[in-house]
T-cell receptor, first 112, second 114 residues
Framework: QKEVEQNSGPLSVPEGAIASLNCTYS??????FFWYRQYSGKSPELIMS????GDKEDGRFTAQLNKASQYVSLLIRDSQPSDSATYLC????????????FGKGTLLTVNP | NAGVMQNPRHLVRRRGQEARLRCSPM?????VYWYRQLPEEGLKFMVY????????ESGMPKERFSAEFPKEGPSILRIQQVVRGDSAAYFC????????????FGSGTQLSVL
């Protein structure tokens, strides 16, 4: 069973701080990695994708990938209360080009 | 440009009844993917369909579950003889081509089985 593991949280940070979300995956074949944001009762929304080792920055978000350690992370700088949501880590399933394996998600709360 | 539309938003069924969940993909999208989110669990892939074809149903339970995506109309996920364990949020996503890189998810159908 290929798995994606995330700390379930909740992770609580003050407004303006850096939120760090972590994810490990078991399938070494995986090549594509994604972070989705899901507000309570809403649909998942893609916020970052990363395919190569290293960092990828998009606004206040930075995704980090280390394939040797099978580790993906998401940093949110200058956290805002509107960032409060569940963050889902996902990988391609066995290198599939259409199927995703998701972690259970980490609940982030940003306190004003 | 309307997003992925799912209905109903909430569906309540008694054990043994049938549940039909509908998903209308974004305009121009011919690929549909269904995922299930059980309480305290991550999203789990169920089935991938392209117009009139089931491409991969490896995530579907072997019994009671079926899916279709006809030439005209929405994709339908059908659950026969529902049990309490079927209670979950069912999300569909669509894309213009086979991909997992940019999926647009609908708002989901929350199925509750009494």
């Amino acid at each position: 069973q290929k798995e994606v593991e995330q700390n379930s949280g909740p992770l609580s940070v003050p407004e303006g701080a850096i939120a760090s979300l972590n994810c490990t995956y078991s399938d070494r074949v995986s090549q594509s990695f994604f972070w989705y944001r899901q507000y309570s009762g809403k649909s998942p929304e893609l916020i970052m994708s990363i395919y190569s080792n290293g960092d990828k920055e998009d606004g206040r978000f930075t995704a980090q990938l280390n394939k040797a350690s099978q580790y993906v992370s998401l940093l949110i700088r200058d956290s805002q209360p509107s960032d409060s949501a569940t963050y889902l880590c996902a990988t391609d399933s066995g290198g599939s080009n259409y199927k995703l394996t998701f972690g259970k998600g980490t609940l982030l709360t940003v306190n004003p | 440009n309307a997003g992925v539309m799912q209905n109903p938003r909430h569906l309540v069924r008694r054990r043994g009844q049938e549940a039909r969940l509908r998903c209308s993909p974004m305009k121009g999208h011919s690929h549909v993917y269904w995922y299930r989110q059980l309480p305290e669990e991550g999203l789990k892939f169920m089935v991938y369909l392209q117009k009139e074809n089931i491409i991969d149903e490896s995530g579907m339970p072997k019994e009671r579950f079926s899916a279709e995506f006809p030439k005209e109309g929405p994709s339908i996920l059908r659950i026969q003889q529902v049990v309490r364990g079927d209670s979950a949020a069912y999300f569909c996503a669509s894309s213009p081509r086979r991909t997992n890189e940019k999926l647009f998810f609908g708002s989901g159908t929350q199925l509750s089985v009494l």
